[in-house]
């Protein structure tokens, strides 16, 4: 329900965005676009969200609101629980005009309006993770590429129950850590964030059942993630592991099983 977007072009979030509004309208939920003051947010859903087959007239209709980042940071002074307690109301104030729930979007512009400073936005990210947790309010939170890495990699440990990244995807189901895609050498490191915060939680199986494509680096990554784990919590179990990664996995030293155990894909699945 705390889902983040790193889009790697401005294309890609707009038609992300548009696509994860249809689906919360499409469930009667109440949606709070936050934009910063520069962004002509109204202009760009009018123009991506009939693409997803969503009539615009939802922005007048009051379903879709537009919340101008700036006048969310006067109003509670960029910090995060001020910004909880408002989210709170709007929750409240969305079931009561007959809304089944409230969802939220902003991107990395519209969350640094918003708050005071990256130590607030990081604790504001967290709460919105306990929002969806304790009051089923959903969040999609987007950050760019170039987003500086601390943060990215913050924000990448804080959501890693559902991340979409630029052709990769991961998400812990059934307390599974599943991984979809590509990984490379372009993207692998990202995913290095995702796994460790998966492992805090207590997350022990990664399923790539689904990785379509894995060069070196992204076998690196997942081995060095089976390393850093404390010597009393292994090993790691990888399953849905296809032929051609078992044996990379092996050539990288990564089928210790008292590290990793891996369990290979059905080759008729």
């Given at each position: 329900?705390?889902?983040?977007?790193?889009p790697?072009?401005?294309?890609r979030d707009?038609?992300?965005v548009?696509?994860?509004?249809?689906?919360?309208?499409?469930?009667?939920?109440?949606?709070?676009?936050?934009?910063?003051?520069s962004e002509?947010?109204?202009?760009?859903?009018?123009?991506?969200?009939?693409?997803?087959?969503v009539?615009?007239?939802?922005l007048?209709?009051?379903?879709v609101?537009?919340?101008d980042?700036a006048?969310?940071?006067?109003?509670?002074?960029?910090?995060?629980?001020?910004?909880?307690?408002?989210?709170?109301?709007?929750?409240?104030?969305?079931?009561?005009?007959?809304?089944?729930?409230?969802a939220?979007?902003?991107?990395a512009?519209?969350?640094?309006?918003?708050?005071?400073d990256?130590?607030?936005l990081?604790?504001y990210?967290?709460?919105?993770?306990?929002?969806?947790a304790?009051?089923g309010?959903?969040?999609?939170?987007?950050?760019a590429?170039h987003?500086?890495?601390?943060?990215?990699?913050d924000?990448?440990?804080?959501?890693?129950?559902?991340?979409?990244d630029?052709?990769?995807?991961?998400?812990?189901?059934?307390q599974?850590l599943?991984?979809r895609g590509?990984?490379?050498?372009?993207?692998?490191?990202?995913?290095t964030?995702?796994?460790?915060?998966?492992f805090r939680?207590g997350?022990r199986?990664?399923d790539?059942?689904?990785?379509?494509?894995?060069?070196?680096a992204?076998?690196?990554?997942?081995?060095?993630?089976?390393?850093?784990?404390p010597?009393e919590?292994?090993?790691?179990?990888?399953?849905?592991v296809?032929g051609?990664?078992?044996?990379?996995?092996?050539?990288?030293?990564?089928?210790?099983?008292?590290?990793?155990?891996?369990t290979?894909?059905?080759?008729d699945?």
């Amino acid at each position: 329900m705390h889902r983040l977007l790193v889009p790697a072009s401005s294309w890609r979030d707009c038609s992300a965005v548009a696509a994860w509004i249809a689906e919360a309208v499409g469930r009667g939920e109440k949606v709070l676009y936050k934009h910063a003051p520069s962004e002509d947010a109204a202009t760009m859903l009018a123009r991506s969200l009939p693409t997803v087959g969503v009539d615009p007239a939802v922005l007048a209709s009051g379903q879709v609101q537009l919340a101008d980042a700036a006048e969310l940071h006067i109003e509670t002074g960029g910090l995060h629980e001020a910004l909880c307690a408002l989210h709170e109301q709007q929750l409240d104030q969305a079931n009561r005009g007959g809304f089944t729930g409230l969802a939220m979007t902003g991107d990395a512009a519209a969350m640094h309006s918003i708050t005071r400073d990256e130590g607030e936005l990081a604790r504001y990210e967290r709460a919105l993770e306990r929002l969806a947790a304790d009051a089923g309010v959903r969040s999609l939170c987007r950050y760019a590429l170039h987003e500086h890495p601390g943060l990215l990699d913050d924000m990448l440990a804080v959501h890693y129950r559902d991340v979409t990244d630029d052709v990769w995807s991961a998400g812990v189901v059934d307390q599974r850590l599943r991984i979809r895609g590509e990984l490379d050498f372009s993207n692998a490191v990202r995913l290095t964030s995702v796994m460790h915060a998966a492992f805090r939680a207590g997350v022990r199986i990664v399923d790539v059942s689904e990785l379509l494509f894995c060069d070196v680096a992204g076998v690196r990554t997942l081995v060095a993630a089976a390393d850093a784990l404390p010597p009393e919590t292994m090993p790691l179990t990888l399953t849905g592991v296809n032929g051609v990664l078992a044996t990379m996995l092996e050539l990288a030293g990564g089928l210790d099983p008292a590290v990793l155990q891996v369990t290979e894909r059905d080759p008729d699945a």
